[in-house]
Nanobody, 118 residues
């Protein structure tokens, strides 16, 4: 059973960088055929797909956040990370990490609330 767990600060000040880590257990982030993604849901809005890092380490970012987003991974810890720079209150959301198989999420983390506020 694959499990994902998000971690990181719940409160970030405007203009700072949001940093989150997803720790994966029950499966390797380098396993063929899978990608590892970040998705968020702002209050009262639908899910927004932020991007993914593939099993080979290749990254892809959604255009709406591409200029402020960076993803990386630590294969020794079986973790992947998300950074969003220059945050504003509009970046307040529940952030989820998820595994992608054939382009669709099949396992999700429980989500972590991130609030951008001074």
């Amino acid at each position: 059973q694959v499990q994902l767990q998000e971690s990181g600060p719940g409160l970030v000040k405007p203009s700072q960088t949001l940093s989150l880590t997803c720790t994966v257990s029950g499966g390797s982030i380098t396993a063929d055929s899978y990608a590892w993604s970040w998705i968020r849901q702002a209050p009262g809005k639908g899910l927004e797909w932020i991007g993914y890092i593939g099993y080979s380490g290749i990254t892809y970012y959604s255009p709406f956040l591409k200029s402020r987003t960076s993803m990386a991974r630590d294969t020794s810890k079986n973790q992947f990370t998300l950074q969003v720079s220059s945050v504003t209150p509009e970046d307040t959301a529940v952030y989820y990490c998820a595994r992608l198989f054939n382009g669709a999420p099949d396992y999700w983390g429980q989500g972590t609330q991130v609030t951008v506020s001074s």
